[in-house]
């Protein structure tokens, strides 16, 4: 599957998610810890990247950034790279750390910016690492606690975060940790961590609903935006590059519910394509089938071939 160019350009705002190779840990203690946020600080002095929020999980991290003059690449180059090479002489390892290609997502400010603060920030929360926003609050591996000035890291712009909210810190900090709290009750919002029309528009079944009610709008899987705001970055690129709800978008979003779902269950991806019988894998075809036909909008020959099964397999599970 071909990967579209990075789109970039000094003040531009990214989600960036980085994960280890094959889900491997890429922080085994706080040595790492430190020494990863230690190169985010010296990365985004160097190459004047600005750093909204982060948080460093076990086998992936999160930022939300906006782009210096030097571009995403050269601060990405810079933390991944060195951080790495740090991390396999420590751990006495070899070979790739992280995987090859990081994933970045250029955001609308608005509604975003607030929506991702709080959706990086509550990472913890959702693993389990922290089990209530209090203790979030101390949780030293997420910028929300640099937000509630419990911490403090001078590559991290706190001030125009807080400006967002209210106009004095003090009222800025009670308005956020309201605003967070209620994000919690949104649940994982996979909107979030990825671009397109289907992700923009807030799920698949409001894409159908603006195609019933005869909306058009653009849309590119590398943007999280308003058609507007689509239509603003891409310019004079061809209509090609607009395609409404790519098919290659549905398959994306239908891959990572089944990595996500098997990851879940202690299911191996690779033995339900291999069409294993075994009880719990025809379970969650059962489950699945249904949410890639009708609410990704998968043919029944592209699901079939992504749950191990075939066609008739598909339209099988379809009636039960």
Known sequence: MPRGARLDAPGALHHVMVRG?????????????????KRIGKASDKTGTVIYAWSLMTNHAHLLL?????????????????????????????????QNRYKSILCEEEPYFVKLISYIH??????????????????????????????????????????????????????????VRDQIQLGRQPELTGGG?????????????????????FS??????????????????GELQKEMVPMRLRQVDAHEILERQCSEKGLS?????AGSRNREYSSIRRELAEKFVIELGLSHA???????????????????
């Open 302 to 320: 592209d699901a079939a071939r992504m749950l191990g099964i075939s066609r008739a397999g598909v339209s099988m599970l379809m009636r039960e």
């Open 66 to 98: 906006r782009s210096g003059s030097a571009g995403l690449p050269a601060f990405m180059r810079k933390v991944l790279t060195g951080y790495s090479v740090s991390f396999n002489k420590r751990h006495h390892r070899t070979g790739h750390l992280f």
């Open 122 to 179: 509550l990472n913890p929360l959702r693993a389990g690492l922290a089990d209530s926003l209090e203790k979030l609050d101390r949780y030293p591996w997420s910028g929300h606690r640099t937000l509630m000035g419990f911490a403090e890291y001078t590559w991290q712009d706190t001030e125009y975060v807080l400006q967002q909210f209210a106009g004095t810190t003090g009222a800025a900090r009670k308005a956020y940790i309201e605003f």
């Open 220 to 237: 590119d899987e590398r943007i999280l935006g308003s058609g507007d705001f689509v239509e603003e970055v891409l310019g004079d690129v």
């Open 269 to 273: 991806v690779e033995a339900l394509r």
């Open 197 to 217: 029309l289907v992700r923009s528009a807030g799920g698949w079944s409001e894409v159908l609903s603006m195609r019933q009610r005869g909306e058009r709008r």
């Open 21 to 37: 190779i094959e889900r491997t840990a890429i922080v085994i203690d706080d040595e790492d810890r430190l020494d990863f946020l």
